[in-house]
């Protein structure tokens, strides 16, 4: 495989920039929506160029842990981040799921206004992969739609109460 694997995913929510803004960079409103599926833990969160974000997410006793490193925060139009799956302690690993899973991912989330709604492109890329981690990523990509739209949909739920509530 010479190219490096890239999944894109447009969506267009029901709310205004700065409210979809919000649920994606506000700590207290993340766990409401991202790993629909686990309980999500924000360990910590630095909005801005090198900050961090450690997160957990929990299914009964078991825990997956990832180290986000931001790349790029411009408000209200784009975040990028590299992701990587860590031990408790934070270290990067092979992910306990997928060990050919790549070590580093680029995720860039875009937002752009149409009209009163807001749309978002998120992209994933593998950085520095292996050719075994490209085809991992690249096999997995298929489904890729279908966890981040769980999360999706939570996040119109969310926005819905947020706008209810103003």
Excluded at 20 to 49: E, M, N, S
């Amino acid at each position: 495989m010479s190219e490096k694997p890239e999944f894109i995913l447009d969506r267009e929510f029901d709310a205004p920039r700065d409210l979809v803004w919000r649920v994606w960079t506000d700590p207290d409103l993340i766990p409401r929506w991202y790993g629909p599926t686990a309980q999500t833990i924000v360990h910590k969160f630095d909005l801005k160029p090198g900050g961090l974000w450690l997160g957990e997410m929990k299914w009964g006793d078991n825990s997956k842990f990832s180290k986000i490193i931001f790349q790029e925060v411009v408000p209200q139009e784009k975040l990028s981040w590299h992701d990587s799956s860590t031990d408790a302690e934070w270290k990067i690993t092979a992910s306990p799921m997928m060990p050919d899973w790549p070590r580093v991912m680029l995720i860039t989330v875009t937002f752009e206004d149409v009209g009163t709604r807001t749309s978002v492109r998120l992209t994933m890329m593998p950085v520095d992969a292996t050719e075994a981690e490209n085809a991992c990523f690249a096999a997995a990509m298929s489904g890729m739609g279908k966890g981040w739209g769980s999360g999706f949909a939570e996040i119109d739920e969310l926005l819905a109460q947020l706008r209810s509530a103003t």
